[in-house]
T-cell receptor
Framework: AQSVSQHNHHVILSEAASLELGCNYSYGGTVNLFWYVQYPGQHLQLLLK??????LVKGIKGFEAEFIKSKFSFNLRKPSVQWSDTAEYFC??????????FGTGTRLTVIP | DTGVSQDPRHKITKRGQNVTFRCDPISEHNRLYWYRQTLGQGPEFLTYFQNEAQLEKSRLLSDRFSAERPKGSFSTLEIQRTEQGDSAMYLC????????????FGSGTQLSVL
């Protein structure tokens, strides 16, 4: 069965620090990969996605993620975080079926 | 706001009662999903519709749960004989076929079973 692991449960950074959130999945076939974000008091929204092609994908608000097939990973990165990036971040995987499997999420707190 | 709407936002019920939630997707979206999220966990897939057809249902979903989308527009999720373990946030999402699976989520219905 598919599964998604997010290693960091809570990350605390100061503004301007660099961010990397880990995501690993277990599935041997073709996958589509996503990062969703949930800002405080708001609903989940798509940050970025990978379907095919360039394994380095860029999303909104300066985020990017790299798909490394050999490591079954899709880590999220941002070179310099802002206070407004405080949110919960979810990695998700879609396999052959038309539904997403989500990780447990990583809570990011950015200190001004 | 023409996003995904869910009603009610909060529901408190006693164990053993039935509850029903409603989801209104973005109007032109033909796919509709129900997810459940508990504290400290990511959303867990429950079921999915394409137009009015329920195409997939999680094997983990109890028979007490049923969902409908009778006219291919809004959807309802009913939980019969609620249990305390059903307490969770119930999320609805919709998408358009061919949109590369970009899901638009609603704000959810928070269910508390006492």
């Amino acid at each position: 069965a598919q599964s998604v692991s997010q290693h960091n449960h809570h990350v605390i950074l100061s503004e301007a620090a660099s961010l990397e959130l880990g995501c690993n999945y277990s599935y041997g076939g073709t996958v589509n990969l996503f990062w969703y974000v949930q800002y405080p008091g708001q609903h989940l929204q798509l940050l970025l996605k990978y379907f095919s092609g360039d394994p380095l994908v860029k999303g909104i608000k300066g985020f990017e993620a790299e798909f490394i097939k050999s490591k079954f990973s899709f880590n999220l990165r941002k070179p310099s975080v802002q206070w407004s990036d405080t949110a919960e971040y979810f990695c998700a995987v879609k396999t052959g079926a038309n539904n997403l499997f989500f990780g447990t999420g990583t809570r990011l707190t950015v200190i001004p | 706001d023409t996003g995904v709407s869910q009603d009610p936002r909060h529901k408190i019920t006693k164990r053993g009662q039935n509850v029903t939630f409603r989801c209104d997707p973005i109007s032109e979206h033909n796919r509709l999903y129900w997810y459940r999220q508990t504290l400290g966990q990511g959303p867990e897939f429950l079921t999915y519709f394409q137009n009015e057809a329920q195409l997939e249902k999680s094997r983990l979903l109890s028979d007490r749960f049923s969902a409908e989308r009778p006219k291919g527009s809004f959807s309802t999720l009913e939980i019969q004989r609620t249990e305390q373990g059903d307490s969770a946030m119930y999320l609805c999402a919709s998408s358009l076929i061919g949109s590369n699976e970009k899901l638009f989520f609603g704000s959810g219905t928070q269910l508390s079973v006492l």
